[in-house]
């Protein structure tokens, strides 16, 4: 439901900051949550992660194309992105894991037990309906996540 998204978006925020942080070298500061109506975003580059355990959805890390190609190059140490290709578009889908994985820590800390499937990768028009929106953003990179889960 949007209220169990909206309850624990901050572990999600807080681990998607300290992982870009990390390992792209890039300070993201949290904008302000929206719930996400539109059914889909076109042309966006995602990776998307189901939970499983005390808590169920998916989480949607979106990204536009060109934010896509900053991420994996700063993956990548720098490498120069011109297209996304199944490197890239792999060190994308680890990001994602690692984010994720921070999340479960988080959340732990509060008493919520979850796990993480493998990631999924998206291009192209991606599905959004009934999440919550969490932007992330700095002068040079801005991430989305798109947050649907309920209580299970």
């Known amino acids: ?6 309850e ?3 572990a999600l925020a807080q681990a998607a900051i300290e992982t870009i942080a990390m390992v792209c070298g890039q300070e993201l500061l949290e904008e302000k949550s929206y719930k ?3 059914t889909e975003i076109p042309d966006a580059v995602a990776v998307r992660l189901e939970m ?6 998916h989480v949607t890390i979106r990204f536009t194309e060109e934010n896509a190609k900053k991420a994996a190059s700063a993956m990548m140490m720098g490498m120069p992105i011109d297209m996304l290709d199944e490197m890239s578009l792999s060190a994308l889908a680890e990001l994602g894991n690692m984010i994720m994985g921070g999340a479960t820590v988080h959340l732990e800390e509060h008493g919520i037990h979850t796990d993480i499937t493998t990631p999924t990768l998206l291009t192209g028009a991606v599905n959004v309906k009934d999440t919550i929106s969490v ?3 700095n002068d040079n990179l801005r991430v989305v996540l798109n947050i649907q889960m309920a209580n299970n």
Request: glycine content about 10%; charged content about 20%.
């Open 1 to 6: 439901t949007i209220e169990v998204a909206m």
């Open 8 to 10: 624990n978006k901050q």
């Open 36 to 38: 996400h109506n539109r």
């Open 52 to 57: 499983t355990g005390d808590i169920v959805g």
């Open 135 to 137: 932007p992330l953003q």
